[in-house]
Nanobody
Framework: QVQLVESGGGLVQPGGSLRLSCATS????????MSWYRQAPGKERELVAG????????NYADSVKGRYTFARDNVKNTVYLQMNSLKPEDTAVYYCKGNRGRVEYWGQGTQVTVSS
C-alpha cells in the first residue's frame, strides 16, 4: 500500500521557519522524482519545489527561491522542505508528490499558517 505522510506544518509568525517532512512507503522511493505543492484557499494548487530521483537536481518556484530548501533521504524514503523567512502569503496546505512517468502518488497534505 502506497503511503505519503506529510508532517511538520503548523502556525508560525512571519519571518519564522518550519521544516516539513514527507515519509513514504509502498513504492521504490529512489526511482521517483519528488515534489512539494501547495494550495491556498481559493487558489489553484501550485508547484513549490521539485527534486530528481537521485537528488542531483532541484527546482523552486520563484516565490520561494532563496527561502526554501528541498532535500531527500533515499535511505529513510523521506523528503524534507525547510522553509525559512516565512511570509503570510506562504499560508497553504502543502502536499508532497512522487512521480515516475505517468504514475503519481500524493500525500494528504499538512497545513502551514503564517500569521502574527
Amino acid at each position: 500500500q502506497v503511503q505519503l505522510v506529510e508532517s511538520g506544518g503548523g502556525l508560525v509568525q512571519p519571518g519564522g521557519s518550519l521544516r516539513l517532512s514527507c515519509a513514504t512507503s509502498g513504492f521504490t522511493f529512489s526511482y521517483y522524482a519528488m515534489s512539494w505543492y501547495r494550495q491556498a484557499p481559493g487558489k489553484e494548487r501550485e508547484l513549490v519545489a521539485g527534486i530528481t530521483s537521485a537528488g542531483g537536481s532541484k527546482n523552486y518556484a520563484d516565490s520561494v527561491k532563496g527561502r526554501y530548501t528541498f532535500a531527500r533521504d533515499n535511505v529513510k524514503n523521506t523528503v524534507y522542505l525547510q522553509m525559512n523567512s516565512l511570509k503570510p502569503e506562504d499560508t497553504a496546505v502543502y502536499y508532497c508528490k512522487g512521480n515516475r512517468g505517468r504514475v503519481e502518488y500524493w500525500g494528504q497534505g499538512t497545513q502551514v499558517t503564517v500569521s502574527s
